[in-house]
């Protein structure tokens, strides 16, 4: 009987070692790098970035159809955008504006063809949309910042 009891309480005890020793080695080894941040092109300024974004996009929009950089062209402007969303989509300050609005909806429509179309260029009426969005969202910004 205490044989038994012994033997229990020593399968316990090595259980919970081996446990801890285990999930010491994970924490060590996951914490042990340092994390970095994401680089990113984005102030923190709205008014700024905003205006920032629409004069690059707006030579994305101006590109040609047989520009040799399309694809170049094409991955910076999807990497801008996420960005750009990224940084402002979850602050209420912003998110509520009607500049932003505009500014999402001129996005969500650009990187929807960049990313289900990758081959094509914009579309004439497309490019016209985001050229009109673009001027609305920038004149919007100004005026409410």
Do not use: C, W
């Amino acid at each position: 009987m205490l044989l038994k009891k012994t033997s229990e309480l020593f399968v316990n005890s090595l259980s919970k070692a081996i446990s801890f020793a285990l999930s010491l080695i994970i924490v060590f080894t996951l914490f042990s790098q340092p994390s970095y941040a994401a680089k990113t092109s984005m102030s923190g300024d709205y008014t700024k970035d905003t205006i920032s974004v629409v004069k690059t996009l707006r030579t994305a929009v101006d590109n040609p159809k047989d520009a040799p950089n399309r694809d170049e062209v094409r991955d910076e402007a999807l990497t801008l955008i996420t960005d750009y969303i990224s940084r402002y989509r979850n602050r209420g300050m912003v998110n509520k504006t009607q500049s932003f609005t505009t500014m999402q909806t001129a996005l969500n429509a650009m990187a929807g063809h960049y990313k289900n179309f990758a081959s094509r260029p914009l579309p004439d009426k497309l490019k016209e949309r985001l050229t009109k969005e673009f001027s609305l969202a920038e004149k919007m910004v100004l005026r409410e910042s």
